[in-house]
Every structure is written in C-alpha cells, then in structure tokens.
C-alpha cells in the first residue's frame, strides 16, 4: 500500500467521499489544498464522447480566460520584413524565417506559442514531426495561422489557451495559479467548459461530456458535477 507524506494524506481526507460538486466547491477545495512551496498551476481534465480518430469528431479550439493563466507565455513568430517588426513590437519573445526553422529543427524549443503568417507555411510544415507533438503547430482554425500577428501575439500574451482533444479523448489545460481569487479561478474554469462545450463537434454521438475534474499541480483531483457545470 503506497505511503503518502502529511500533507497528501491531509489533502486526501479533505477530498475523501467527495465527487460530482459544483465548481465553486471544487475551486475552494483545490485552492486550499495547493500548498507546495510553489505556486500551483490549477488543472482541468475533461473526458468526452468523441472519438478523435474520426476527422468529424476532432475536438479543437481557442478560448480567452477572462483572468489569464498566470503563466508567463513564450510566443515564436514565423515572419518576415514588416511582419516580423510588427510581431516583435508585440512582444513576441522569438522572430525569424529559415534561421528560426534551423533553431527548431536543432531541437531548441524555447516558447509555448508559435504564430506563423500564411506565406511562412511552406517552411513551417517541414516542422510538422517537430511541433505536433507538442501541439505547437500554427493552425488557422486557432488563430496561429494569421497576417494579424500583433493581435494573435498579445492574445497569447494575454492568457488565450489552446485545447485539443487526445487519442482517450480527453481535454485539459491549465485554467490559473493556485495564488488566484476563487472568483477568478470559477470564471475561468466556466470560460473554459462553455468554450470545450461550444466546440462540440458534428460527429459526436451520445453523451458530449463524460467527467470533469479539477487538481492542482501537486494535489488530488476532484470531479465537478457535469450538470451543474454546464446548466443543464
């Protein structure tokens, strides 16, 4: 039987016989339990009834979280000559063209975001194996993929999150710090459900959403009430 130090097995008992909570109960309970010696990222996981295989049931999209992810966001941009000043004037942490593609291609990942203008894809999509993986590919269904680069580098720096569904079909994303107002914490978790709700796609069958749940980086997870997180 795993042994667990005081403050998990603390935690544990504190979320001992509790699932399916509202989200206001879930955000209490993991803010108060998030007490590493660094500020915990608060974490979302939702399964759904999708299949991602199938391309009509490809979950994907973009959502601004009304209080920012508290997380200090490092955007790459693919451009060049007035673009690439515009998106540096952005505050865009890296710029290039082919110099940038031979930094990503050396394997030096160093952003969290990358921003591409359409005629940048040709060499952009010889890094498809690179940044796939890593959900890193510019896209023009998220917005990644754009001539308006100053818009799409201060969404980025703003606190935009990205999401995509996995092969289990499940979702998740980083929603704040365990250092945010519970308020905040709620309004963005909402913000980040309706935005997965809204992308809800053709092929879908059945029952959308399956479960939610809500942790902290270090601590257990608590499962939210589907019903009472999307009105229903």
């Known amino acids: 039987m795993a042994k667990y130090g005081k403050r ?3 935690a544990r008992e504190q979320f001992a016989g509790k699932r399916d909570v509202t989200v206001e109960e879930a955000v209490a309970l993991v803010k108060n339990n998030a007490k590493a010696k660094f500020d915990e990222t608060v974490e979302i996981a939702m399964n759904l009834g999708v299949d991602p295989r199938h391309a009509d049931q490809m979950v994907r999209g973009v959502v601004a979280l009304p209080n920012g992810t508290g997380k200090t966001m490092r955007v790459a941009v693919f451009a060049r000559d007035a673009k690439a000043e515009e998106a540096k004037a952005a505050g865009a942490d890296i710029v290039g063209a082919e110099d940038l593609m031979e930094i990503v291609q050396s394997g030096k990942i160093e952003f969290d975001r990358c921003i591409a203008t359409p005629d940048m894809m040709p ?3 010889r890094l498809g194996k690179v940044l796939g993986p890593r959900n890193l590919m510019p896209n023009p269904k998220v917005g990644t993929v754009t001539m308006d680069v100053k818009a799409a ?3 980025a720096k703003g606190g935009e999150v990205q999401f995509k569904v996995e092969k289990a079909g499940v979702v998740h994303a980083g929603i704040g710090k365990a250092s945010f107002g519970e308020d905040k914490l709620i309004e963005n978790v909402r913000a980040f459900i309706d935005a997965v709700a809204k992308a809800k796609p053709a092929g879908a069958k059945g029952s959308y959403m399956q ?22």
């Open 211 to 232: 479960k939610i749940a809500l942790s902290s980086t270090m601590g257990p997870g608590i499962t939210i009430s589907v019903d009472s997180a999307t009105g229903n």
């Open 153 to 155: 580098v201060e969404a």
């Open 8 to 10: 998990t097995t603390a």
């Open 123 to 125: 060499i952009v999509g």
